[in-house]
């Protein structure tokens, strides 16, 4: 089985650009995560979509947005970039998002603001 | 609120040698906790999770953790370390009402030849 995918792998923009990360979760996985993984504040949960629902979403500014369409796979926005959001965003997938499914990990997008 | 703590920054064992990364929680209700060990320019990999039953699990790769209630623990240890063990391990949590995984600050693990 396929594990998760993200598209692309480093990415370099600019302030106040926009920029879209794309995730393709495990073939049968509902539910997809998003996390932001910098040195200063460790991993940080910004949102969790099933069923092409946006089901819980932590502590980031509307900037940060996402979507998950009707097969699974899910992209986040992040719009006016900000030297602040340079960081690994890690995408994850689990069957149904319940806690007795762990969740799986894709190598990560390396978004670098300029 | 939910929160993890990983009080050790950096730990060194030998290899050969048995080895703990320690964890703490907090969380309202019952927990769900995991760990996760993160290779250099990897994402995260699942190493084994408790969520109910035996307080010692057991998981991938010979690592095990113990769950102790009543000092809020999940301590991650395994026999015998090897080389091949150094990463960065992290432990979170999952609350139901708050339905998402919080993890600890890492904890960098550097197993010596």
């Known amino acids: 089985k396929a594990g998760v995918t993200q598209t692309p792998r480093y990415l370099i923009k600019t302030r106040g650009q926009q920029v879209t990360l794309s995730c393709s979760p495990i073939?049968?996985?509902?539910?997809v995560s998003w996390y932001q993984q910098t040195p200063g504040q460790g991993l940080q949960f910004l949102f969790e979509?099933?069923?092409?629902?946006?089901?819980n979403k932590g502590n980031f500014p509307g900037r940060f947005s996402g979507r998950q369409f009707s097969n699974s796979r899910s992209e986040m926005n992040v719009s006016t970039l900000e030297l602040g959001d340079s960081a690994l965003y890690l995408c994850?997938?689990?069957?149904?998002?319940?806690?007795?499914?762990?969740?799986?990990f894709g190598p990560g997008t390396r978004l670098t603001v300029t | 609120a939910q929160s993890v703590a990983q009080p050790e920054d950096q730990v060194n064992v030998a290899e050969g040698n048995p080895l703990t990364v320690k964890c703490t929680y907090s969380?309202?209700?019952?927990?769900?906790l995991f760990w996760y060990v993160q290779y250099p320019n990897r994402g995260l990999q699942f190493l084994l999770k408790?969520?109910?039953?035996?307080?010692l699990v057991k998981g991938s790769y010979g690592f095990e953790a113990e769950f102790n209630k009543s000092q809020t623990s999940f301590h991650l240890k395994k026999p015998s370390a090897l080389v091949s063990d150094s990463a960065l391990y992290f432990c979170?949590?999952?609350?139901?009402?708050?339905?998402?995984?919080?993890f600890g600050s890492g904890t960098q693990l550097t197993v010596l030849p």
């Open positions: 408790y969520i109910t039953g035996d307080n």
């Open positions: 979509y099933f069923s092409e629902t946006q089901r």
């Open positions: 994850a997938s689990s069957f149904s998002g319940a806690p007795s499914y762990e969740q799986y």
């Open positions: 073939s049968g996985h509902r539910s």
């Open positions: 979170a949590v999952f609350s139901g009402s708050a339905r998402q995984l919080t």
């Open positions: 969380v309202s209700g019952n927990p769900y």
